[in-house]
């Protein structure tokens, strides 16, 4: 009868700790890749349904202003309302732009098949599970596209990098029992800050404004309102308002510049 030495009693429990935080990151990975991808989608349907409306009244404003300043050229305080409105407008024109958007157009679906997948293969990978810096770097790699297959929805792809480190050599293992054992101790530390580091990332999320309003839409479609159609709709009708008035100030423009002309003889509109 063979009898296990303290230190193969040791790694034995080792190993069963590490196999289950092993299975635990891989979950948690896959719960924040979903999380990730699914509040970009939010991201990119409220920046095409609303934020663009945004950058139309941001724009308009900065028209607004600027026709205000035509009326009162002396006066600085209008002018710096309308350089840092004018700002603005670029700033929401840029974060507005369609081509911005254009990859995040996908309505995104993980399947069960697409799980698993990633769920074994993340198990095996992640650079956490690394012990030298340059298998982290490689690790590091291939987690990237197992992230990028994943979020893409591509089964291919996934199910071709599982096979593809199957057979890896990073996969064989030997050397001592204390070897092992000091091996196991490192990446139980690893597998813990890295699952910290989830923790922290999804609480540090679910405080930004962008999750707020993403939980603010979904309790509202649960009682079957649609805010994102409110919030479009409302700004529509603050868009007509502002146009309404922009036209109104340039009319007044035109109608100044006709008077000095016709009273002096003056073009204005070259100085303004």
């Known amino acids: 009868m063979n009898v296990s030495s303290p230190e193969e009693i040791e790694l034995d429990k080792k190993r069963c700790v590490l196999e289950r935080l092993k299975e635990k990151l891989a979950a948690s990975e896959v719960q924040m890749t979903e999380f990730r991808a699914e509040l970009k989608q939010f991201e990119a349907q409220y920046t095409m349904e609303v934020g663009r409306l945004y950058a139309d009244l941001d724009e308009i404003e900065a028209q607004i202003a600027e026709e205000e300043v035509k009326l ?7 002018k710096k309302r309308a350089e840092e409105l004018r700002r603005r407008a ?55 596209r197992l992230n990028d297959a994943y979020s893409a929805g591509d089964q291919t792809l996934l199910n071709k990098l599982v096979e593809d480190f199957r057979d890896s050599p990073d996969l064989i293992k030997g050397d001592s029992i ?21 923790r922290a990332e999804r609480l540090t999320t679910e405080l930004s404004e962008l999750y707020t309003l993403r939980e603010k839409v979904r309790l509202e479609m649960l009682e ?49």
């Open 178 to 198: 204390g070897d092992e054992l000091v091996r196991a101790i490192r990446q139980i530390f690893q597998v813990k800050n890295r699952l910290k580091e989830l």
């Open 90 to 144: 670029e700033e929401s024109a840029a974060n507005a732009d369609e081509e911005n958007w254009a990859g995040c157009s996908f309505k995104y679906q993980s399947t069960a098949e697409a799980k698993k997948a990633y769920y074994n293969l993340a198990k095996i990978i992640h650079p956490d599970l690394a012990l030298d810096a340059e298998e982290k770097e490689k690790r590091h790699d291939l987690m990237a």
């Open 72 to 78: 009162l050229p002396d006066d600085e305080e209008i």
């Open 224 to 272: 079957g309102r649609n805010l994102i159609k409110q919030m479009a709709e409302r700004t529509k009708t603050l868009i007509k308002k502002a146009e309404r008035r922009l036209v109104n100030l340039r009319e007044l423009n035109l109608a100044q510049e006709d008077y000095i002309n016709e009273r002096f003889g003056m073009d204005i509109s070259a100085f303004r």
